[in-house]
Every structure is written in C-alpha cells, then in structure tokens.
C-alpha cells in the first residue's frame, strides 16, 4: 500500500513459517492481559471468531450508518487497552462492511491490529487521540526521499495539502495513507462531509474497504493474509499486525 515504505531489516525464516497460524489466529483469539502494548504471544486457535459490536441506528444521522452499541464500545475499549476514539472507528467501519460487503467478513480487531502497528491508535510519540478521532499532533511518516531505504516518491501539490512537504512525499494520518492511496479510497466515516486521512474515523473505513476490495475473505486465514499483505507488503508488518489483532480479539471476550 505504501510502495515499501518500510524495509524489512531482518526477517526470521520461522516469522514466514508462523504466517499462517498468526492469521488463523487473528480470526478467532487473541489479547494481551494488561492495558496498553498489545502481547506478543499468540494463543492457540479456537473455534471463536473474534467479538463484534451489536448495532444501533442513530435517527438523527441522515446517512443511516449504524451507531457501535455505547455499553459495549465501553467495556471492549477498557479490556483491550484501545482509546475509546480508536475502537468506535474500528468497529464503526466493521459494521459499516458487514451492510456493504459482508461477505468479507473484516473483523474491528484487525483494523485494531493495523492501526497499533502503524501510530498506536494516532498517540505515536505522546500524542493523544481526541473524542474527534484526531490526534493531538498529526501522524506524518518520514520523507519518502530514497535515503534509509526508503522509496523516492515525489509529492503533488495535491499531496503537499496534507502534509506540507512541497519535495517529498508522506504518509498521513493514523493508519498511514499515502496521498495517492486516499484519492482513491478515502471516505467520511463519521459523517462530517469531509474525508480526512487524520480522522481516524475516516481512516478506519478508508482501511476496511481497502482491505476488502479484493474479495478476500477475512476469516480464512489466505484471505487475512493476503488483505493485510495488501495493505504493506512486508511479512515481518503482517505477523506483527497479527500479534496485535489477535491480543485484542482475546481481551475483547
């Protein structure tokens, strides 16, 4: 998604090996034991599939997009160690697919997953994520300007509205979307009639529905593979989003 953006320094032959378990994983189990930092340890599949929030309908919302149940965003977001913000755009965006492309079956803590591994929920660096979805500082990755082997990948002055760099491109936001990248998949996930890569809101259904296009299916693990590989081709990044997604479907239960 991001034209390797990162560089892969060293990746264990086992890392490769273990893919596949990981992704299984990710679909039913999952979860650290404390708050904050997602546990690195996998626990052993189950025939669960990750918990997903119940639905409720603001009338008032003209788009008619299902609301996250308010006593379960709750709960779910003190067991997982989610900021609240970050969890109801997860699973915002899970409902939102399950009426547009169910059967992709994406699940919140996928999402979740990503979005620890990309800007731990937009509070990367001691930032602190608003009741609006944004961070207290926006998320920039580095200049892609070919140097630490990094891709070179010149900005637009339709890029440089985001991210101010007038030379070198960036990626934006939370979930880091590259400015190309949202031009095509970025959406209004709160409903505001602006689609903002630094709304985490709109992030998040940006993400979901880029990682359904394919017509993967998320609980098999070729499918979850395949999608999050999608989103950064990088094995060392897709086991790590796994280790991520699966703590939190387990703390979520």
């Known amino acids: 998604m991001r034209s390797s953006v990162r560089v892969v320094v060293a990746v264990v032959a086992a890392c490769c090996a273990l893919l596949g378990l990981l992704a299984l994983a990710v679909l039913r189990v999952g979860g650290p ?32 997009r299902p609301l996250v149940d308010p ?54 660096g001691g930032r602190t994520l608003g009741a609006d979805g944004r961070s207290s500082q926006p998320v920039l990755g580095p200049a892609l300007d070919g140097s630490g082997g990094f891709a070179a990948i010149h900005s637009t002055p339709a890029s440089a509205a985001w991210h101010g760099d007038r030379v070198w491109e960036h990626a934006v936001g939370p979930l880091q979307f590259l400015a190309s990248t949202w031009a095509r998949w970025g959406a209004d996930g709160d409903g505001d009639g602006v689609a903002d ?25 070729g499918g979850w593979n395949a999608a999050t590989n999608s989103y950064n081709h990088d094995a060392d990044y897709v086991a790590r989003v796994a280790a991520a997604a699966n703590s939190y479907a387990a703390r979520a239960r």
Not at 39 to 53: F, G, Y
Not at 197 to 220: E, W
Request: charged share 15%.
């Open 33 to 64: 034991v404390e708050a904050g930092a997602p546990d690195p340890e996998l626990t052993q599949p189950s025939v669960t599939v990750a918990p997903a929030p119940a639905r409720t309908v603001d009338p008032s919302r003209s788009a008619g």
């Open 71 to 124: 006593a379960w965003l709750a709960r779910t977001a003190a067991a997982a160690g989610i900021p609240l913000p970050a969890l109801r755009a997860y699973a915002g965006a899970e409902l939102v697919l399950r009426g547009e492309q169910p059967g992709c079956r994406l699940g919140w803590n996928t999402l979740a997953g990503i979005g620890w591994v990309e800007s731990q929920h937009g509070t990367v």
């Open 197 to 221: 890569p630094n709304d985490l809101d709109d992030a998040a259904l940006a993400a979901a529905r880029y990682l359904c296009a394919d017509g993967h299916v998320l609980t098999s693990d």
